[in-house]
């Protein structure tokens, strides 16, 4: 059992920046391959971005390509997502997951969940 918490979200101003953390029990971390995704109202759950275990290969959505980052530290057990130039279409609930193997846009492959948290960005 993995367990993963959210944390970071809040509202921001278009063009604004967060940085979104996911912090995971356990000592086995470093075996997971990890995403983000983001669920808008009325919306499927879509693939934001996901990093391989030890953080060496990365994957990212066209819509934030060049805007968001992915990392990891594996000796925190803790996962992160720095969110710059807002827009107002980045607002969703963020939730990261993990999987063993590599990382994937899938988001039914991922077998561990956290609870999400909310990012909202004014116009």
């Known amino acids: 059992q993995v367990q993963l918490v959210e944390s970071g979200g809040g509202l921001v101003q278009a063009g604004g920046s967060l940085r979104l953390s996911c912090a995971a029990s356990g000592r086995t971390f470093s075996d997971y391959a990890m995403g983000w995704f983001r669920q808008a109202p009325g919306k499927e759950r879509d693939f934001v971005a996901a990093i391989s275990t030890g953080g060496g290969t990365t994957d990212y959505a066209d819509s934030v390509k060049g805007r968001f980052t992915i990392s990891r530290d594996n000796a925190k057990n803790t996962l992160y997502l720095q969110m710059n130039s807002l827009k107002p279409e980045d607002t969703a609930v963020y939730y990261c997951?993990?999987?063993?193997?590599?990382?994937?846009?899938?988001?039914?492959?991922?077998?561990?969940w956290g609870q999400g948290t909310q990012v909202t960005v004014s116009s």
């Open positions: 997951a993990a999987r063993r193997g590599v990382p994937t846009r899938n988001p039914w492959v991922y077998e561990y």
